[in-house]
């Protein structure tokens, strides 16, 4: 029993283990969130930018180390505002060397409210520290887009910056930010988080930065136009010198491949993919580019003989049909549907577009038969052409009999009536002579389930 009870708890402690190589390996593998969208306002395009990564790790950004600092100054870049005038163009990986950046530079406010900040600050001469600014902690009011200073040493006056996060809300006493590497545990394991503190009385805040967002960033508009075509993507802002990752949105057209983007509304060809990138510092409306899709329609002989190739059409262009080379005996043709038992849809030779408007698409055309059939009278010895598989209908007012041989005594078997309808499947011409030596010609023919011969025209 003790020996089953260890065997066991072994396995769950290597079940338990490696579950957690197995989320861990999945952490690695994941990338930063491109679920925001840039406006060109710089503190909304920061927020949305760093609330987008809920979630993640250090590992999804490729993180080394303490990374809270790190994460302030990756948002910044993503969002455009990474341009050493409102935020640093490198990457600083500590909150008091970004609160340094922030003095020496005058890019921003430094709001404190402990002297032992500003006092450790002058012992670094780093310079003039008028953008440092005493404030009360309980009369000061945050604001959307600072960059909110923590101290974890339980002494916040001891000039110690251990944390730092990004405001995006405030209601009342109570403020929401963004912070990185947040958790109990090592930077491996702690995630982008969303938090809510009482900013008036938590006494681990010890200040704020606030970046000087009125700078001036210059922006461009790219629109979008499907070009006859819809769903186009919405407008997106390229923010100057940096590359802008157009829309992966793709527009659709009934008949068309959609091929990529032009600045030009008629091009053929496409300067930009859908997801490609846009550098150049101008505003532009990209045209959908398209290609029409290309058919193929083939020719089904449906009961006929003989052999058609296949015509290969293009979406919104007007071709003629191939002429109609199958033959039916006893039948004429008649023009080509869309199912082997449909009607005409087109005529043949008929000039038709647009049977498809898939790419690589296959239509089939079936021949529409129709039999022939012909009227006919016995009085004044009316000749009529014969053809094998025809209907011949018996004229009104008149009864054919019909025999069991095409011969002089021939037997009749059986009469038909009035306007009734014979199916010849053969004929022969006799060789006796009749009525001033023409030769009389009798069809083959079945009728109420017998076969027999008529004599129904004379071959003059």
Request: charged share 15%; hydrophobic share 35%.
């Amino acid at each position: 029993m003790k020996i089953t009870k260890i065997i066991t708890s072994f396995f769950l402690v290597l079940v338990i283990a490696c579950s957690f190589l197995i989320a861990e390996q999945a952490t690695v593998n994941a990338a930063p969130s491109t679920n925001y969208t840039i406006t060109g306002n710089p503190i909304e395009d920061l927020i949305s930018v760093a609330k987008a990564q809920k979630g993640k790790r250090a590992s999804d950004f490729n993180f080394k180390d303490n990374w809270c600092t790190y994460f302030v100054c990756w948002t910044a870049e993503k969002a455009g505002i990474a341009n050493n005038k409102i935020f640093p163009t490198k990457s600083i990986n500590n909150p008091m060397d970004l609160s340094i950046w922030y003095v020496k530079n005058k890019t921003g406010t430094y709001y404190y409210f402990y002297d032992s900040y500003y006092n450790r600050l002058k012992d670094l001469k780093i310079g003039d520290l008028s953008c440092m600014q005493k404030e009360a902690q309980k009369s000061f009011t945050p604001q959307k887009g600072d960059l909110i200073l923590f101290n974890y040493t339980g002494k916040p006056d001891n000039h110690t910056w251990s944390h730092i996060g990004i405001v995006y809300d405030r209601q009342g006493d109570s403020l929401s930010y963004v912070q990185g590497n947040a958790g109990n545990g090592d930077y491996k394991t702690n995630i982008v988080k969303l938090t809510s503190t009482y900013y008036k009385t938590n006494t681990c805040i010890v200040g704020y930065l606030r970046p000087n967002y009125n700078v001036s960033v210059s922006t461009f508009t790219i629109a979008y136009n499907a070009n006859g075509g819809t769903g186009a993507p919405s407008t997106q802002t390229k923010i100057k010198d940096r590359t802008l990752i157009l829309s992966t949105v793709k527009p659709t057209r009934t008949g068309y491949t959609f091929l990529g983007w032009s600045a030009s509304k008629t091009a053929t060809s496409a300067t930009y993919l859908a997801g490609g990138s846009y550098t150049a510092n101008a505003s532009a409306t990209l045209y959908a580019v398209w290609r029409a899709n290309s058919y193929t329609v083939k020719f089904n002989a449906n009961g006929g003989t003989g052999s058609m190739a296949p015509q290969t059409f293009t979406y919104n262009k007007v071709q003629i049909l191939r002429v109609n080379s199958f033959k039916r005996t006893g039948y004429t043709f008649q023009g080509w549907a869309t199912t082997s038992s449909g009607s005409v849809k087109y005529k043949d030779k008929q000039s038709a577009s647009n049977l498809a408007s898939i790419n690589g698409a296959t239509v089939n055309l079936y021949a529409v038969w129709k039999q022939n059939t012909s009227t006919f009278t016995l009085n004044g010895y009316q000749c009529i052409k014969v053809e094998k598989n025809m209907k011949v209908n018996v004229g009104a007012g008149y009864t054919l009999r019909f025999c069991n041989a095409p011969t002089p005594n021939n037997t009749r078997i059986g009469s038909i009536p009035n306007n009734a309808t014979v199916y010849v499947y053969g004929y022969t011409i006799n060789q006796y002579a009749n009525d001033a030596g023409k030769k009389i010609i009798w069809a083959k023919i079945r009728y109420n389930n017998k076969d027999g011969w008529v004599n129904y025209a004379y071959l003059k």
